[in-house]
């Protein structure tokens, strides 16, 4: 099991960047498919990037591909999201969530067994 931590939201200005962290605790962090999604008032919660246990593989929604970078580092037991170019409407409460699904990284939210609790990302225009 793992416990997730998501740091790193605020208000930005429309073009501005943020990196979202996700702090893991446990052992077995390396093993599992990290992903991050997000959810706005009154909308369902979408799939935003996955990145497989090694870091190899990664995939994006369409709507930040280009902008957005996963990354992970298995020694810190830390995912990461890197938003560039940001837009109002990428505002939402991004949550970071883990994985038993291998390679290749699952994009539906039942895929995902562990969640953290979510961090407010603010884009003004």
């Known amino acids: 099991q793992v416990q997730l931590v998501e740091s790193g939201g605020g208000l930005v200005q429309a073009g501005g960047s943020l990196r979202l962290s996700c702090a893991a605790s446990?052992?077995?962090?390396?093993?599992?498919?990290m992903g991050w999604f997000r959810q706005a008032p009154g909308k369902e919660r979408e799939f935003v990037a996955a990145?497989?246990?090694?870091?190899?593989?990664?995939k994006y929604s369409d709507s930040v591909k280009g902008r957005f970078t996963i990354s992970r580092d298995n020694a810190k037991n830390t995912v990461y999201l890197q938003m560039n170019s940001l837009k109002p409407e990428d505002t939402a409460v991004y949550s970071c969530?883990?994985?038993?699904?291998?390679?290749?990284?699952?994009?539906?939210?039942?895929?995902?067994?562990?969640w953290g609790q979510g961090t407010q990302v603010t884009v003004s225009s």
């Open positions: 969530a883990g994985s038993c699904t291998p390679s290749p990284p699952p994009s539906p939210p039942g895929e995902y067994a562990y």
């Open positions: 446990g052992r077995t962090f390396s093993s599992y498919t």
């Open positions: 990145i497989n246990w090694s870091g190899s593989i990664t």
